[in-house]
């Protein structure tokens, strides 16, 4: 009983009868000897086509399969986007619903519904920076104005020619 060659098998099988014939300095003249070569040679060619071939089978089995895949998550990519695209725009109803009734917060018995201001630092708007006093620049590698400077002069009274807070921006949370 044969057992099934390897690709691998197949090229060292190649590889011996090379070496073989090197050994032989390529002298194949006894006629017996030489279609035994070519017989041996025809066989692990056309094996080695053979193995090739599963092998390409093998390969075209996992593009597919790669593909398919790929297509899947594509898909549910699309799904998940369109979901939270859905909850974006419930959540901006549920917020003009209560902007419009002046309610600031709402709570159930299973969720709070709040509006509230934008975390972190006021939005600024220097929309005149020639006109920004010197004590406010900031010299790097190149001259900057120091947004967190005039924050801070603003929100303690203070007047910034050329600059003014913006009013922050607010959100519906959903606890």
């Not at 194949?28 to 086509?49: G, R």
């Amino acid at each position: 009983m044969k057992t099934k060659q390897t690709i691998f098998d197949i090229v060292g099988d190649f590889q011996a009868l090379e070496d073989l014939l090197d050994e032989a300095d390529g002298d194949v003249s006894d006629e017996q000897t030489a279609q035994a070569v070519e017989d041996f040679v025809t066989e692990l060619q056309a094996n080695f086509e053979a193995k090739a071939d599963g092998y390409a089978r093998v390969v075209d089995d996992f593009k597919g399969r790669a593909a398919t895949l790929k297509a899947e998550a594509d898909r549910c990519a699309a799904m998940a986007k369109s979901e939270t695209n859905k909850a974006k725009r419930l959540v901006g109803l549920l917020e003009q619903a209560m902007h419009m009734t002046g309610q600031r917060k709402v709570q159930t018995a299973l969720h709070v519904f709040a509006i509230t201001k934008h975390g972190g630092k006021r939005k600024l708007d220097v929309h005149t920076p020639a006109d920004v006093p010197w004590q406010y620049v900031v010299t790097k590698k190149v001259t900057e104005i120091s947004k967190d400077a005039i924050r801070a002069a603003l929100a303690a009274g203070q007047e910034v020619p050329g600059c003014v807070l913006m009013e922050q921006g607010e959100s519906l949370r959903i606890r």
